[in-house]
């Protein structure tokens, strides 16, 4: 719901409405007392003003309370930030739960002494899903633009990343660039067929995203050890993957993700949207966490 909307609703200005919303920054006080034992961090594009181009954001991974919204994101401002709460509020987090950003979890150890870092598990399967998608692209520019192989590689890119164990391998029908009815695992294997080293980067990417949805701790370290003949952008994610072993570990022991937090994003653009953008940081800022109403205790509007 954009201000002048509101003020419609009201028979105000827009500006009234603006300047009661600067007024209810009082009713966002940090409580520099209290943290959850549970924090999901993020970040989102904001405004031209904010400090960074993202800003950051956190949230209780349990009761789903955006808890704030920072102009920031480097570590040293995100420390001095953090240190302003007292020292039983940190120890008291837990579990930090983030993406594979390499500042979030440099906040372990002198801010969080008791917290160890859960990467969200959508972020694992992201980073195959990327490595897989540059192989079978950078194949394609290795093939005749008007050849059958070619068109097929982009026009079923989504099969080839939907997992094997889903493909259906009993329904018959005619597929363009195929001549031949053929079953979903009919193609993809015909479509791995066009390269070894395909084949292979897609069997190490279905391997670990089994591992990832089955929480197969010792079956993913296996397949570590089966990388021979993978692609390039393959090996680089799992390098990236590799280096963070001991987090993604944690993924496997603890069922958090950033799935709320994401959704957050989603309105907070929509908020964005609404008001067809945001010069100030400081109003868009109010504006997110009035309307995700944090500790709101008193009426926007007061005449």
């Not at 808890?67 to 120890?91: S, V």
């Not at 002198?110 to 195959?128: C, G, R, Y």
């Not at 197969?216 to 570590?224: E, I, R, V």
């Not at 003949?229 to 496997?252: K, P, R, V, W, Y």
Request: hydrophobic residues 40%; proline residues 4%.
């Amino acid at each position: 719901m954009s201000l002048k909307h509101i003020a419609n609703e009201l028979s105000t200005s827009d500006s009234f409405v603006g300047r009661q919303l600067l007024r209810a920054e009082r009713d966002f006080k940090t409580n520099w007392h209290y943290l959850p034992k549970v924090l999901l961090m993020d970040e989102v594009k904001s405004t031209k003003s904010a400090t960074d181009a993202m800003s950051f954001e956190f949230m209780d991974a349990e009761t789903h309370e955006l808890i704030d919204l920072l102009p920031f994101r480097t570590i040293y401002q995100l420390q001095k930030y953090f240190q302003h709460y007292d020292q039983a509020a940190r120890e008291n987090v837990k579990i930090i739960v983030t993406d594979m950003n390499y500042t979030y979890p440099k906040l372990v150890g002198q801010i969080f002494p008791n917290a160890i870092v859960v990467i969200d598990p959508f972020h694992l399967v992201n980073a195959l899903n990327r490595a897989f998608n540059k192989t079978r692209v950078r194949l394609m520019k290795t093939l005749a633009t008007s050849s059958r192989q070619y068109h097929a590689l982009k026009r079923y890119w989504k099969l080839l990343l939907t997992p094997a164990n889903h493909l259906n391998y009993e329904a018959f029908r005619k597929w363009t660039n195929f001549p031949y009815p053929a079953t979903a695992t009919d193609v993809v294997d015909a479509l791995l067929d066009i390269d070894p080293e395909l084949k292979q980067t897609y069997d190490v990417m279905n391997w670990l995203r089994e591992t990832i949805k089955n929480r197969d701790w010792p079956n993913y370290n296996q397949a570590f050890h089966h990388l021979q003949g993978c692609s390039e952008e393959m090996l680089a994610a799992l390098q990236t993957l590799a280096a963070h072993h001991d987090e993604i570990g944690n993924t496997f022991t603890h069922h958090y993700t950033n799935g709320p937090l994401e959704g957050s994003n989603n309105k907070i653009k929509v908020i964005k949207r609404t008001g067809f953008g945001y010069r100030n940081f400081f109003r868009f800022r109010l504006r997110v966490l009035f309307a995700f109403r944090v500790h709101t205790k008193r009426a926007l509007i007061t005449k």
